[in-house]
């Protein structure tokens, strides 16, 4: 049985990258983790390829090679997997497919011949039960959630991981907290499930052996979820794995903010090598947050919370939202201050959006106020919101214009270096220097610092920092590569706004 397992592309989104990864030589962001796990999963002596389609293209010669065309994706890449369904129809492919986007909008996608939704882990092993006895059903899925520490380990050695920045692992799925637009639990549930410390240390040596990649992301909805699981067993294991990796790469996950109110799992996961991570912020109004029910954000100083992570050593990246019925025309100015202040360089604000299977979605079904035929577009909403289109987008614009211009992301990048701490750590986090770093590093003083337009907002961020503050010059080098990818984002948008018309007021 030969399998072709194609990953769509991802949209050209703050998420993606693609400009920084272009700057520093990578095809992409991280490789399929969700493909690469349930190649695993299929007869080991079936013949398995992979092509991710934002590393290179995919030939009707290849599509004709497989039985089946296994294609997995997330809602941002919708759009894209509609292009390459549509391509594997024309080479006469038998499409398998599965993954968060199929999950609660399979019916969208009549062309595909087999659906095998939820977590593969259980839905895959039926599928191929009824294919070995040629009884295919259309459709696979379960209201069960699997145990994940007897989910194999990716098959790697489909990927070349020299194409990619990071590596990619997952420790949990789920999450305890109950956003309404958030679709994590209802799609892997409320008990985060964890892999064991030894399943992950195991995945973690085999990145190692084949390349040493610039971070690996922990892809976990809420790294922290459960608590006692992570201090007692996954954390001391990652410390000592770092002990024995001395140029270990860092790590990068996604976290809630109460992580700031337990400073012994904040020192572990330093310790550990966690440097980046991830936190929903979306709104810094109160009122926003009870009504979305983001009650880990509430009743807590939201900005001193981050500094204090920041401070603590972690590079804070955080998610903002605007379009809540809350809402009032003075959040705009609201969002850009938080930003500012709290020295957040890489700040994401989209306009709220309702996925299927979440309780917002099905709340606002009810009253009549869902946009059909969505597409999840970073710059738009399937929401009829209770502000008005014209004053939500103009706002939203405002906001992008006031926080991703140079001067603006100099200026976070700025605070951040000014606070961000050196917490004593047993376990630094110690990197080689490459060719290839040097070749980045030429790379980006010629396209940024020579040639860019924000060239004035690089050398004064570099100079400063090496006369004030020599020990986080890297950090201010990589920031200085994100006022050229924010600078080419918000570009794109503004075209993007252009065609959508949105009059102004």
Known sequence: MNIL???????DTFWSMKHLMKLIGKKSSYPPLGLLTAASLLPKDWNKKLVDLNISSVSNKEIAWADYVFISAMNVQETFVKKAIKFCKKCNAKIVAGGPLFTHEYEKFPEVDHFVLNEAEITLPLFLKDLDEGNLQRIYKTDEFPDVTKSPMPLWDLVDQKKYAYAIVQYSRGCPYMCDFCDVTALFGRRPRTKSAQQIIAE??????????????????NLIGNKR?????????????????????????????????????????????????FVGIESPEEESLEF?????????????????????????TAGFIVGFDT??????????????????????????????????????????????????????????????????????????????KPEMVYKRAKIFLHDYGTHKTKTPIKKRISFNDIYTFLKLVIYVGILGSERKYFWKLVFETRATNNRNLDQAFFFSALIYQFKMLHNKFLLSFNEMNINKP
């Open 5 to 11: 397992l194609l990953y769509p592309e991802m949209p």
């Open 204 to 221: 973690l040596n085999k990145i190692l052996e084949s390349n040493l990649p610039e971070l690996i992301l922990f892809a976990d909805d």
């Open 292 to 316: 979305c029910k983001k009650t880990q954000n509430l009743k807590r100083d939201l900005l001193n919370n981050v500094k204090k992570l920041q401070k603590f050593g972690f590079i804070v």
């Open 229 to 277: 699981d992570l201090k007692d067993n996954l954390l001391p294991e990652l410390i000592k794995w770092r002990e024995n990796n001395k140029n270990a790469p860092g790590f990068a996950t996604q976290v809630t903010v109460n992580l700031a109110d337990d400073e012994k799992m904040m020192q572990q996961m330093i310790d550990a090598g966690f440097r980046h991570i």
């Open 327 to 404: 809402d009032k025309e003075s959040i705009f100015d609201s969002q850009v201050k938080f930003i500012q202040e709290s020295g957040i360089v890489i700040a994401t604000v989209n306009v709220l959006k309702a996925p299927p299977g979440t309780e917002l979605h099905d709340r606002l079904a009810k009253e009549n106020r869902l946009v059909e035929s969505f597409d999840f577009d970073e710059n738009k909403t399937n929401i009829i919101t209770k502000m008005t289109e014209v004053k939500l987008f103009n706002g939203y614009k405002y906001i992008l214009d006031n926080i991703y």
